[in-house]
T-cell receptor, first 108, second 116 residues
């Protein structure tokens, strides 16, 4: 079967660093995506990993280990506007399978 | 630069009524998708299409039908609405899923549907 796990909620302080983990078990693998979704809005693309290692994009980085079925999203220098849901999604073949999302609250 | 446009944005239906949600994209994407999003459940794939004239079932297809008569449009139909179909519906599109593997899905703003 297909299974993607993320923590339901996380809280962090403005200016800090937070790591959101994602573990997956899927039949096939052709990439892992991270999306950000603010309340009441559409998901927007953050990052993509298909090979092992770290991908950095400004304040956001994403890591993948295919052998462990594991990824994380690292957010640095947290800002209040980073309060949102972060969705991990794996593409076994063409279509995406989404985790339930991690609700991140950034406190002053 | 419209991207993915969904209509309507909000709708309230009575049990047993039918309706069609429209998704239009102007990015010449081959793949299109319909998801529903419920609290604590994440995004679940209802149906998808890999090109004009094709459709396929996703994770939760029961109670829904779809059509892709034109490449830019993907319609989601509810023939007889049920309260369990109360949800937020998102449409998305992307280039070919595997050939352009690093291309993300682009989402519309969603349709908030309530079935009474």
């Amino acid at each position: 079967g297909q299974n993607i796990d993320q923590p339901t909620e996380m809280t962090a302080t403005e200016g800090a660093i937070v790591q959101i983990n994602c573990t997956y078990q899927t039949s096939g693998f052709n990439g892992l995506f991270w999306y950000q979704q603010h309340a009441g809005e559409a998901p927007t693309f953050l990052s993509y990993n298909v090979l092992d290692g770290l991908e950095e994009k400004g304040r956001f980085s994403s890591f993948l280990s295919r052998s462990k079925g594991y990824s994380y999203l690292l957010l640095k220098e947290l800002q209040m506007k980073d309060s949102a849901s972060y969705l991990c999604a794996v593409r076994p073949r063409g279509k995406l399978i989404f985790g339930q999302g991690t609700e991140l609250s950034v406190k002053p | 630069n419209a991207g993915v446009t969904q209509t309507p944005k909000f709708r309230v239906l009575k049990t047993g009524q039918s309706m069609t949600l429209l998704c239009a994209q102007d990015m010449n994407h081959e793949y299109m998708y319909w998801y529903r999003q419920d609290p604590g459940m994440g995004l679940r794939l209802i149906h998808y299409s890999v090109g004009e004239g094709t459709t396929a079932k996703g994770e939760v297809p029961d109670g829904y039908n779809v059509s892709r008569l034109k490449k830019q449009n993907f319609l989601l139909g509810l023939e007889s609405a049920a309260p369990s179909q109360t949800s937020v519906y998102f449409c998305a599109s992307s280039y070919l899923g595997d050939s352009f593997s690093n291309q993300p899905q682009h989402f519309g703003d969603g349709t908030r549907l309530s079935i009474l």
